[in-house]
């Protein structure tokens, strides 16, 4: 299982999901109604790497963080 990090403001607990890429677990998280806006403002680090594809598979043990957009000087 993958597990999925919610950075700064979006304010949810981390969780674990069998999701085979970054695609089905977009198309999962999409199901919940106060992650599908974030969705669209975030970056995605898996593993700790920036990533700008849903084509990237996941494997157990990998690390998937949901990075909202910051502004500050």
């Excluded at 806006?37 to 920036?50: H, R, T």
């Excluded at 043990?61 to 957009?69: A, E, F, K, Q, R």
């Amino acid at each position: 299982m993958a597990t999925v990090n919610f950075l700064g403001p979006i304010n949810k607990k981390s969780i674990s999901v069998t999701c085979s890429s970054l695609k089905e677990l977009k198309e999962f998280l999409s199901e919940d109604k106060d992650l599908k806006e974030w969705l669209s403002l975030c970056a995605v680090a898996v593993n700790d790497k920036i990533v700008s594809s849903l084509d990237i598979k996941l494997k157990d043990d990998d690390v998937v963080n949901l990075l909202p957009p910051v502004s500050g000087g």
